[in-house]
């Protein structure tokens, strides 16, 4: 299973990175410009915050499929072994064909159904992001959506796996990897959720108040 942060945020990254097991960090448009930096400083930043062996992940901005293959080449050579994000439209599925051809590792994203992601997968995507929260939000069945694009990934495409996003609460994280997700990026105030606690702060306090009164210190 991997877990990835869902964020631009450096500082938050190189936190988090100490307390969770994270496989690296996904960014996208929205998240690149909430940071208000240049995606060729913040990109190298984040590397440096995952570490080697963590996966990076940044999107492309072009609707054509040239433009998405020459903007996938120059963010590849900024920072190598980096994972472009491709949303699968018509013209992002000739640009996964090419890329793959190139060795140009790929996501496919902004998947809102089954059929969609295994579209991308069957181009040629390693990655294939379904928007869970997003479905739902439409009225879909986003839980059952992953469902279906695993069923047919094991089926047709078993070299793709599904990186699923799009979370509003841990329950709908959680929900994703009971059904077998292998692999699922939060942004960071679901990943502090996973964490965060009442009962868990109480349950310590009262074990520090217990061992206070009997031994008048809180150290072994």
Known sequence: MELYLDTAHVAEVERLARIFPIAGVTTNPSIVAA??????????????AIGEKGILFAQTMSRDAQGMVDEARRLK???????IKIPVTAEGLVAI????????????????????GMLAALAG??????????VDAQGGDGLRMVQELQTLLKLHAPQSKILAASFKTPRQALDCLLIGCEA????????????????????????????????GQLTL
Do not use: C, H, M
């Open 97 to 116: 064909k090419q890329l793959k051809k190139e060795g140009i590792v790929t996501l496919g994203t902004a998947v809102y159904s089954a059929a969609q």
């Open 125 to 134: 995507a390693k990655y294939i992001a379904p928007y869970v929260n997003r």
């Open 184 to 215: 699922i990026t939060l942004p960071l105030d679901v990943a502090q959720q996973l964490l965060g606690s009442p009962a868990v702060d109480a349950a310590i306090e009262k074990f520090e108040l217990d061992w206070q009164q009997a031994f």
């Open 35 to 48: 940071s208000k930096e240049s995606i060729w400083d913040v990109l190298p930043r984040l590397q440096k």
């Open 77 to 83: 050579d900024a920072i190598p072994g980096i994972v």
